[in-house]
């Protein structure tokens, strides 16, 4: 938690739809970005708390990882399978991605997150977007 | 044949004139032929050159006597058979008479002599060698009519063998031809296989590098569209009314375009998945259908009517997709109905289940069916009725991937009905 509201680490190579994500969940108001990263091998990275991500106070354990799916260097399913590796249970896991393919909503799902979202520019889907991952966040 | 009535030979050896003279006399009756020879001698020399159908021989000459000119005669392989009347004038010695029967005489005849004896045995004699004659000659007839007939089948048969072979040859040529007929058969097989082949992979290839660049577009689509929503949002109040209107524009023609490709994603999706089915009950598939579509135009006066539909082995998400697609239209174009009616049911026709979905709405010419299931058609214009034109596109592609087939009736103003069937295979 960063100021009562959840942390987030963004994982999408597209800075434009960072931007759109980061609004919309601004917006919201329940969510604050941690950190964003552009690739999987980023991802992997400030989790392990490795390189430049060792600072735990600059870079915060996430209570939320919105991840893409197709990135370059380490892919979306790469880092649900390292998660799932390390036993990492403390952080919700929802994957956000522009592919249409229901082979990949349930691949996701199968490797452990916690939610399949599709990208989209329309306000109120992205508002309800953030609705739900408040409910998913508030959870536990 | 040779005609018969030539006369006949007969020779006369005497060495007395007078005694040939008479026996000529005899015979003249006869109208033969009479040659005379005075001596064995020259009977011989006679019979040398000519045929003679009897031979009158005196036994008792001088020199040569008869008996002796006989055995030289009989000497003769071709006189063996001649026959020979001896006249003689012993009469009474037997061992003359047996004597000349030894020497292959035919007769006897003692002198003095009896002219109606002789002629009448000579006559025999005549005859005898004219039939023989005759026979000889129908002999002759036959052997020359039968080795004209042996010459003529050699020929037919040499024709034939010619004729043989040369269809031997012939159907040889038809083999050689047939063979390489069905080596060209095989080989024109083996390239029409390879060129589908390669149609294949390269529509395969196509529909994949379509996909990837319709993926592609998906992305920059949504963030113009979300680009042009955060100028609306954010700076609304310091733009012009002009420029408003126009990032209104860009906002609604980007999320279209973004919508077509959508679509259009879908598309390949059903073609590239493989089909997994499953017993679906499509009479509760529909009902969920409807409240989800009913829900989103809460202001429409629609009156729903739903058939008995029946549990179908299909995929269920595809032929949800299908009852979306069939039913959004039906909500569409009947909007401007104040009370539009929509209606799925389910009809048995030839074994094979019918479905159908009827509304009252604006329907469509049916000159212009044949555009109706095509990808990006659209027989309205965007600012009647809005779309992409892929809806129906998908809907037969659904359809026929379930080995169905789907068609639609309607006349302007008239509403429209769709039918589609899901195969003999996807009934249950």
Known sequence: MIHDKYAVLLVDDSDDDRHFVRRALERHGRFAIAAEVSDGQEAIDYLAGTGPYADRTACPWPDLILLDLKMPRKNGFDVLAWIRSQHIADVKVVVLSGSFLEQDVTQSLEMGAHGYHKKTSVRQEQLEMASQLEQLVAGG | ?428
């Open chain 2, 1 to 428: 044949m040779t005609p018969i009535d030539t006369k006949a030979n007969i020779l006369l050896v005497d060495d007395r004139e007078d005694k040939r003279l008479a026996m000529e006399t005899v015979i003249a009756d006869l109208d033969q032929n009479i040659v005379q020879a005075a001596s064995g001698r020259e009977a011989l020399r006679h019979l040398l050159h000519q045929n003679f159908a009897v031979i009158l021989l005196d036994v008792n000459m001088p020199g040569m006597d008869g008996f002796e000119t006989a055995h030289l005669i009989r000497q003769r392989k071709s006189l063996e058979n001649i026959p020979i009347i001896f006249v003689s004038a012993i009469s009474d010695t037997e061992t003359h008479v047996s004597r000349g029967y030894s020497l292959g005489a035919v007769d006897y005849i003692l002198a003095p002599i009896v002219p109606e004896i002789l002629r009448a045995k000579v006559a025999v004699f005549v005859e005898l060698f004219k039939i023989t004659d005759q026979v000889k000659r129908q002999a002759e007839d036959l052997r020359l009519a039968h080795s004209e007939l042996e010459k003529r089948v050699e020929e037919r048969t040499r024709e034939l063998a010619r004729v043989n072979r040369s269809l031997q040859k012939e159907v040889k040529e038809r083999q050689r031809a047939e063979h390489e007929l069905r080596n060209l058969n095989g080989k024109l097989e083996e390239i029409v296989a390879e060129r589908t082949a390669e149609l294949l992979s390269a529509n395969r290839e196509l529909e994949t590098f379509s996909y990837s660049i319709a993926h592609d577009l998906r992305a920059p689509f949504r963030q113009i569209h979300g680009y042009a929503e955060i100028l609306q949002e954010d700076f609304s109040e310091i733009l012009p009314d002009e420029a408003t209107k126009y990032l209104s524009r860009i906002a609604d023609k980007s999320r279209e375009m973004e919508r077509m490709v959508d679509d259009l994603l879908r598309l390949f999706v059903v073609a590239k998945q493989p089909l997994t089915a499953a017993d679906e009950d499509l009479g509760a598939m529909a009902q969920s259908v409807m409240s989800a579509l009913r829900a989103e135009v809460p202001e429409r006066q629609i009156e729903w009517t739903l058939r008995t539909l029946p549990v179908v082995r299909c995929n269920g998400a595809l032929m949800r997709q299908v009852l979306e697609n069939l039913l959004n239209n039906a909500v569409k174009y009947t909007r401007p109905r104040t009370l539009a009616q929509i209606e799925l049911g389910c009809e048995r026709q030839d074994s094979q289940d019918v479905f159908y979905v009827r509304d009252n709405g604006v329907g469509f010419s049916m000159e212009q069916v044949d555009r109706l299931f095509g990808v990006f058609q659209r027989l309205h214009r965007p600012e009647e009725f809005e779309g992409t034109g892929v809806g129906l596109a998908l809907v037969a592609r659904i359809v026929a991937k379930h080995g169905g087939r789907v068609w639609a009736r309607s006349s302007v103003d008239q509403g429209a009905t769709f039918y589609f069937t899901l195969g003999k295979s996807g009934n249950t």
